[in-house]
Nanobody
Framework: QVQLVESGGGLVQAGGSLRLSCAASGNIFNRNALGWYRQAPEKQREWVATRTLSGIPNYADAVKGRFTISSDNAKNTMFLQMDRLKPEDTGIYYC???????????WGQGTQVTVSS
């Protein structure tokens, strides 16, 4: 079974940048839409970004203009470039792939992002 493994999280000051990676154990990124979600402490998991199968990115309003979703399909890896980070970006970040119905069906274990003020 394909697995997703996130990495790249850490502690950063407000205004800084981080680049999250999500490695897949199989060749799936060119066959599925991709996404990132996050979960802040004591809050529900929320959608952050999606890239459709045709390559069109979409972002939550809270991160639009600051985050960029991308992938290197040859390396079975997807990324989330996060710039101008804010304390409210703090949380556990999860990568996912979507089924043809647009539902996330596979999750990584998450990577912690902490933005200090």
């Amino acid at each position: 079974q394909v697995q997703l493994v996130e990495s790249g999280g850490g502690l950063v000051q407000a205004g800084g940048s981080l680049r999250l990676s999500c490695a897949a154990s199989g060749n799936i990124f060119n066959r599925n839409a991709l996404g990132w979600y996050r979960q802040a402490p004591e809050k529900q998991r929320e959608w952050v970004a999606t890239r459709t199968l045709s390559g069109i990115p979409n972002y939550a309003d809270a991160v639009k203009g600051r985050f960029t979703i991308s992938s290197d399909n040859a390396k079975n890896t997807m990324f989330l470039q996060m710039d101008r980070l804010k304390p409210e970006d703090t949380g556990i970040y999860y990568c996912t792939i979507y089924n043809p119905l647009g539902r996330p069906v596979l999750w990584g274990q998450g990577t912690q992002v902490t933005v200090s003020s």
